[in-house]
């Protein structure tokens, strides 16, 4: 039930996941289970380890870390576009859609980022703790009391050069239908006057888009993730666009407005990515 009326709301639910879609065998979803539950636990000592480190080191062990992830659950990684943050030293608001918990993953994989995510996911098991680990930022969408604070907490962060990424429709979607960019936490870039980068998350299936790693409706982490270890060819493209500089935008809605708005023209498939921009890791161009 929701706290108030602004609280963002999707209509995908549980009619938007095609269950018709390639699946494989019961023996290459035991072998997902084994590899993901190896990964998971790993994970514990990665929580150690960056503990430990800093810098480079750091991103780079979270980074091959989530890599290795979305290759046991069977998730094919392809980067379109170039990296989040062009100058380490300079801030960057990286928005993008939401379509899955897996959104996280990928995101991270690319780069591990400072993320704006839902109080809850704090308390997944294992993911929870990673997600943590990569510094995100926990949005209590039920108290509006507490956004003010939130974008405070995100302009400095932003001042200070981090990358901090937010999921602009507030809640998920199934992958084929989108929702309106919510403005509220744009308001951060421009306190902090730093670019905006838009990125577009898109699942496929022999090239087509897919549903099967959606999270809406009924759907629990667990339902979820049993659909994607079954999925065959799972693939989850993060188009990376060019950044919205300064200016371009007076207040937070304009800046949401043409945020969405370049985000479209790739989601819809009007803008072409030359090809020198695609990028696959070599780790996990064949999923298990």
Known sequence: MNKHAWMPVSPCGDGCVDHSTASVGRVRVAWRVAAASAVMLSGVLVVLAVLCVRGQARSALLRRWFRALLGAFGVRLRVIGPVFQDNPGRGVLVVSNHVSWLDELAIDAVQPIRMVAKRDIRDWPVLGRLITAARTVYLDRERLSLLPGTVAELAAALRDGAAVGIHAEGTTWCGVASGRYR???????????????????????????????????????????????????????????????????????????????EAERVAHGSVEVPAQRVHAPATIARAA
Not at 193 to 222: I, K
Not at 242 to 251: H, I, L, M, Q, S
């Open 183 to 261: 403005p509220a936490l744009f308001q951060a870039a421009l306190d902090a006057g730093v670019p905006v980068r838009p990125v577009v998350l898109r699942y496929s299936q022999d090239s087509a888009t897919s549903t099967q790693a959606a999270f809406v409706g009924s759907d629990t982490l667990v339902d979820s993730m049993r659909r994607v270890l079954r999925s065959r060819g799972l693939v989850v493209e993060v188009h990376v666009l060019d950044e919205v500089a300064p200016g371009r935008a007076a207040t937070r809605r304009e800046l949401a407005a043409l945020v969405q708005q």
